[in-house]
């Protein structure tokens, strides 16, 4: 009877473990991407002025409320790239067409 209950014991142990360990795992894949996160953003000049505008709205928000202003400047951009995040400047979104607008 006692190796059966051994054997149980440390089947349930190892299970244990097991969950234990791919929960960390788990946090760190998490982790992991939250770090490796890719920020892109836009460019558009307004009378002249050049502005950057970042991409994804989640993104955007966020910043935004760091930063107080919807467009982020070249010393934030430098600021988020040694904080980890990859960033890249992408075309802007295309404007859809609107009938009897004057372009």
Same mark, same amino acid.
């Given at each position: 009877?006692? !190796?059966?209950?051994?054997?149980?014991? %440390?089947?349930?142990?190892?299970?244990?473990?097991?969950?234990?360990?791919?929960?960390?795992? +788990?946090?760190?894949?998490?982790?992991?991407?939250?770090?490796?996160?890719?920020?892109?953003?836009? +460019?558009?000049?307004?009378?002249?002025? *050049?502005? +950057?505008?970042?991409? *994804? #709205?989640?993104?955007?928000?966020?910043?935004?409320?760091?930063? *107080?202003?919807?467009?982020?400047? #070249?010393?934030?951009?430098?600021?988020?790239? %040694?904080?980890?995040?990859?960033?890249?400047?992408?075309? #802007? #979104? +295309?404007? !859809?067409?609107?009938?009897?607008?004057?372009?």
């Amino acid at each position: 009877m006692a !190796p059966v209950f051994l054997l149980i014991l %440390s089947n349930n142990l190892a299970k244990f473990w097991q969950n234990k360990v791919n929960t960390l795992l +788990r946090c760190h894949k998490n982790c992991a991407r939250i770090v490796h996160m890719k920020i892109e953003y836009y +460019r558009k000049t307004h009378y002249g002025v *050049d502005h +950057r505008y970042i991409v *994804d #709205p989640t993104i955007a928000n966020a910043v935004a409320k760091l930063t *107080d202003k919807k467009t982020v400047g #070249p010393n934030h951009l430098a600021a988020l790239e %040694s904080l980890g995040f990859t960033v890249t400047e992408v075309l #802007p #979104p +295309r404007e !859809p067409f609107v009938m009897g607008k004057t372009y």
